[in-house]
């Protein structure tokens, strides 16, 4: 395998990574849009707006909570976009902000990563 090839490989396997991590995150935006579809739905039923019942702060709760991990899943598929592109355009492995290169176990456990350990601490 020459460096051209190897350098292949290492993309397409990224890509690949990619490419699940965004199916996944795919998967637990549409999970999380229908458990908020139903949480409405229930809420119109009762209409437990009143934060002094506790059905009421439980809906609160769980309202806060889906949106919170629906806003983080949005954000890490926007991330995982950016990371298509900057594997096109052959930044994926190196720091956006310092330069460097992004250890490869960091790539593989977070392939949305734009920053060295060190940047990101
Ligand atoms: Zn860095």
């Known amino acids: 395998m020459d460096d051209r090839e190897r350098s292949t490989a290492l993309r397409e396997a990224a890509s690949r990574q990619i490419q699940r991590a ?6 637990l935006i549409s999970s999380l849009a229908r458990q908020w579809d139903e949480l409405v739905a229930s809420t119109d039923l009762s209409n437990a707006d009143d ?5 009421g702060a439980t809906i609160a709760f769980e309202r806060a909570r889906l949106s919170g991990s ?9 991330a995982l976009d950016r ?6 355009a052959g930044d994926y492995w190196f720091c956006e ?9 960091r790539l593989d456990a977070r392939p949305a990563a734009r920053t060295c350990i060190t940047c990101a601490t």
């Open 51 to 55: 934060e002094h019942d506790p059905e």
């Open 97 to 105: 902000r310092c330069g460097q290169p992004i250890a490869p176990a």
């Open 70 to 78: 629906l806003a983080r899943a949005r954000t890490d598929l926007e």
């Open 83 to 88: 990371a298509v592109i900057r594997l096109e």
């Open 22 to 27: 965004r199916a996944e995150t795919l998967r």
